[in-house]
Nanobody, 125 residues
Framework: QVNLVESGGGLVQAGGSLRLSCAAS????????MGWFRQAPGKEREFVSA????????YYADSAKGRFTISRDNAKNTVYLQMNSLKPEDTAVYYC??????????????????WGQGTQVTVSS
């Protein structure tokens, strides 16, 4: 089992930046593929970005491409989401998640095994 704790959320003006962190404890962090999802009020949880165990491959939702960057530091058991050029529509609770299956269905939230508690990101216009 792995425990995930997100941090770095907050209130930012449109055009600003935030860096989310997700610290993992428990089983070896490098054995998990990691993802970031978000959920706005009244909406379904949606995929934002993901990164494979080695960090050599990343995936992004169209809404995140060119603005967000996912990375991981396996020595620190942490995955990051750098968010630039934030827009009001990025407002949501952001969750990190871990998946241990051999095949990585990176955009399907139902495939992930462990979740953090979420961190609120609010972008004002």
């Amino acid at each position: 089992q792995v425990n995930l704790v997100e941090s770095g959320g907050g209130l930012v003006q449109a055009g600003g930046s935030l860096r989310l962190s997700c610290a993992a404890s428990g089983r070896t962090f490098s054995t998990y593929d990691m993802g970031w999802f978000r959920q706005a009020p009244g909406k379904e949880r949606e995929f934002v970005s993901a990164i494979i165990r080695s960090g050599s491959r990343t995936y992004y939702a169209d809404s995140a491409k060119g603005r967000f960057t996912i990375s991981r530091d396996n020595a620190k058991n942490t995955v990051y989401l750098q968010m630039n050029s934030l827009k009001p529509e990025d407002t949501a609770v952001y969750y990190c998640a871990a998946e241990a299956s051999p095949k990585f269905y990176y955009s399907d939230y139902r495939r992930y095994d462990y979740w953090g508690q979420g961190t609120q990101v609010t972008v004002s216009s």
